[in-house]
């Protein structure tokens, strides 16, 4: 008779052993999208345990097959933005946060800033405390260097834009922070996403309120979208390398 508690690991390995591995891309991209997604996520709640981590790889293969065709694409007259390349050193979380601070519009100074190196890959956080007399709001930044995003998946309709130097703008424009339910403290966010065909890639959020959760300061977002999104474009950038993979 076949013991269960000595069958039940191989059986799992061969149910798995098709799927595809999770490449740089996929992790880099549950990361950048990981709080956007969080907000939204409903269908996962109630799942736990083996269930709930099978379930979400079924999503992320699932949307890496969707086509959108809804997507706009800017006219060839858009100004083609040339980045700065990635270097072979880490830039450090310091320069990418005097970076943020040194292209913040209308003379703003932070009240308060922090910095961290990100996930260990190719990615550099920061974030200021900004206050323009109207209230106090939050500003996070995530810069990395992964596989290049091309196209509007898996972005929602009217998010996403492909611009004429074929970097995908994403706009979450001035939305509650949970928008499928009830938000606390009536927190408000805008987020701007900007992902280069070179695969760097840049998110910005900003918030009406000084912590994600905490009660709202300001009607809105102190940043408007378009001022995010000149923040973004910024040639002055310098991205983190690209973490080097390692084979199986």
Request: glycine share 8%.
């Amino acid at each position: 008779m076949t013991n269960l508690h000595d069958s039940l690991p191989d059986l799992m390995r061969r149910a798995t052993e098709d799927l595809q591995p999770a490449t740089p891309e996929l992790v880099a991209r549950g990361i950048r999208r990981g709080k956007v997604l969080r907000r939204r996520r409903t269908a996962l709640a109630g799942l736990s345990g083996a269930t709930a981590v099978l379930a979400t790889l079924g999503v992320v293969i699932g949307s890496s097959q969707v086509l959108r065709t809804d997507a706009q694409v800017e006219p060839a007259s858009t100004t083609v933005l040339t980045p700065k390349p990635t270097v072979s050193q880490p830039v450090t979380p310091a320069e990418t946060l005097a970076t943020l601070t040194s292209l913040l519009p209308n003379g703003l100074t932070p009240i308060t800033s922090t910095k961290s190196g990100g996930y260990g890959l190719g990615t550099n956080e920061a974030s200021v405390l900004l206050d323009d007399g109207a209230g106090a709001s939050l500003l996070t930044l995530s810069i990395t260097t992964a596989d290049a995003i091309t196209d509007c998946n898996p972005f929602p309709p009217g998010t996403c834009t492909i611009h004429a130097d074929r970097s995908v703008h994403v706009v979450y424009d001035n939305q509650p922070l949970y928008p499928d339910r009830p938000t606390p403290g009536g927190v408000r966010e805008t987020i701007v996403e900007l992902f280069r065909p070179n695969g760097t890639q840049i998110s910005l959020t900003n918030f009406n309120a000084p912590k994600e959760k905490s009660e709202h300061t300001r009607t809105s977002p102190l940043l408007t979208a378009a001022q995010l999104a000149e923040i973004a474009r910024s040639t002055q950038w310098v991205f983190p390398p690209r973490q080097a993979t390692t084979g199986s």
